[in-house]
């Protein structure tokens, strides 16, 4: 009795988890980005390997991150991603890994990356991913390729701008005639208001979705000691987060509270080799 409204449980929570995933396609993949209202298109840091790849032009040598998310706090909704990125003399390439859900339903992506500048204020960068979905019960799997492109740009001092489309090509999944993988466009902006303080604002647009409007602040209180904090407005979602920098290791957390269903954990470990 127990294990079936344990099952139905989980079943549900999985529900409302997909319907808001796909809602608002806030998948960042780093515990950072997640404390700063999932902002994801401006930065030039180990994140860009998950969202905007241009930002890993900017990278000065091979990093490794981890990166876990325990959804709602069950381990069936949650997501679990690795990447790395090396550059070298003609840009920067990166992997990634990222994992949803459990052995009923599941969502995996694989994803190369490349990000090269173009000039002092100006970089690019594109990936090539493979998106996978399982789901059981002899239910029908999805699988599909897709293209993303991204820029990032410093045209005045303290000022960084950054653009991303996810699939701008409107390729279909490959065993789906009607079914188009997710469109996005992300348009942001980072200004160093001060010597130590950040802010933060993104503009998303999916074809299938409701604009988004995000805004993000970021403080260094203590060297290498960093407190963030962001809100997605049209849903409502609020987050806030620390980050630790020790030498070549980075570690960040975050929590994001969903209005309905509570507070989310966040956690991600870099190491820049």
């Known amino acids: 009795m127990r294990n079936t409204i344990r099952k139905e449980l989980i079943l549900l929570l999985l529900f ?10 806030n998948k960042s993949f780093n515990a950072r980005t997640a404390a700063l209202g999932e902002i994801t298109s401006v930065w030039k840091d180990e994140s860009a390997i998950f969202n905007n790849q241009a930002g890993i032009s900017y990278l000065t040598a091979p990093v490794l991150s ?4 325990n959804r709602f706090n069950m381990d069936e909704t949650g ?3 690795i990447g790395f990125a090396l550059p070298v003399k003609p840009g920067t390439f990166s992997f990634a890994l990222s994992s949803f859900g459990y052995n009923i339903y599941n969502e995996n992506t694989l994803s190369f990356g490349f990000g090269k500048k173009l000039g002092k204020y100006f970089s690019v960068g594109v990936s090539v991913n493979y ?6 019960n002899n239910y029908k799997n999805v699988n599909g390729i897709s293209a993303n492109i991204g820029i990032i740009s410093e045209p005045i ?5 950054g653009f991303h489309v996810n699939n701008p090509f409107y390729i279909k999944y490959l065993n789906s005639s009607d079914e ?15 010597d ?4 933060a604002y993104e503009f998303k647009k999916s074809v299938k979705h409701d604009t988004e409007h995000k805004f993000a602040i970021e403080y260094m209180a203590l060297d290498h000691f960093f407190i963030r904090s962001g809100i997605n407005i049209n849903l409502a979602e609020y987050s806030f987060g620390l980050g630790y920098l020790y030498k070549n290791l980075k570690c960040d957390l975050a929590f994001s509270r969903h209005q309905v269903l509570g507070y989310s ?8 080799f």
């Open 16 to 25: 409302f988890s997909i319907f808001n995933l796909a809602k608002s396609d």
């Open 66 to 69: 981890i990166y876990y998310h």
């Open 79 to 81: 997501y679990g991603a």
């Open 131 to 136: 998106l996978s979905t399982l789901i059981a």
């Open 157 to 161: 001092k303290n000022l960084r701008i």
């Open 180 to 194: 188009i993988i997710p469109v996005i466009f992300t348009l942001g902006a980072l200004y160093k208001a001060a």
């Open 196 to 199: 130590k303080l950040f802010l």
């Open 265 to 272: 954990p966040h956690i991600s470990l870099s190491y820049m």
